[in-house]
């Protein structure tokens, strides 16, 4: 298929694309890599009157490192966030997370911001931002927000953006000492959207299980210090709270059963790398 007609606007500044967005609203889109846009469009699932490409606001394309963040902004494709040369020293878990990411062709085109907006729920972008505790900063024509994960991500492919703002940077905090961080992901194919993917925090003897995959958006546990038979029935009880479906990939109980067999290994994996 081939999507509906629409008009096409590449802004040079921030400031010109959320006047436009301000003027149009819901009848807008945003576009900045386009991987998951162009095959919603062509499938004439979304039918915007106009498309605002912002991969061209130089401003947008910084990633920089302050004493607790790396902010990423929204025109940084996955693919330089990648080779970003400090990211498995400043943020491990999204250096091990990434390499899931499609493929090096994907990452060449999609953008590290695009993918926690359309908040696909098996995407390792949105589950790193929650295990992480880190913040998106949502910007339109009269003022600017920042939220945290547990705010910004709402549902399946859905997010509190409004239709008038842009997710111009997101912030991923860094690695402080005693942290460990692990990832695992089952899929039919490397570069497939997981079946079910984990990311594992220790803070010394605590631990922190991410899950994406099952429920509509990225679930997080705090299981303290537990071990042993009660940290699996804990797992066992965030298998089930999380529900989950049966799709044309996997059943939800199979789904529950890899968080019960898996997740006790992601994270002792976090707790063995600890710095």
Known sequence: MKPAPFDYLR????????????RYGSRARIMAGGQSLMAMLNMR?????????????????????DENYLEVGAAVTQAELLSWPKLKEEVPLLAEAMQWIGHF????RGTV????????????????????????E??????????????????MLSTARSPEEILVAVRFPLRKAGEGYAFREVARRHGDFAIVAMAAKAVGNHM???????????????????????????????????????DLHATASYRRELVRRLGPKVIEEARQCRS
């Open 11 to 22: 802004p040079a500044t921030v400031e010109e694309a959320l006047e436009v967005l301000s």
């Open 208 to 246: 922190w299980l991410g899950v994406g995959g099952v429920s509509d958006f990225p679930a997080v546990h705090d299981f303290g210090t537990l071990q042993g038979a009660v940290l699996d029935d804990a797992l066992n009880a965030f298998a089930w709270e999380m529900g989950g479906d049966d």
């Open 113 to 136: 911001c695009g993918s926690l907006a359309h908040s696909d729920p098996s995407s390792e972008l949105p589950l790193c931002l929650a295990t992480l505790g880190g913040e998106v």
């Open 105 to 108: 062709q994907t990452r060449n």
């Open 138 to 155: 949502l910007r339109k024509a009269t003022g600017s927000r920042r939220l945290k994960a547990s705010e910004f991500q709402t549902g």
């Open 45 to 65: 699932l979304v039918e915007p009157e106009l498309i605002v490409d912002i991969s061209a606001i130089e401003s947008l394309k910084k990633i920089r490192a």
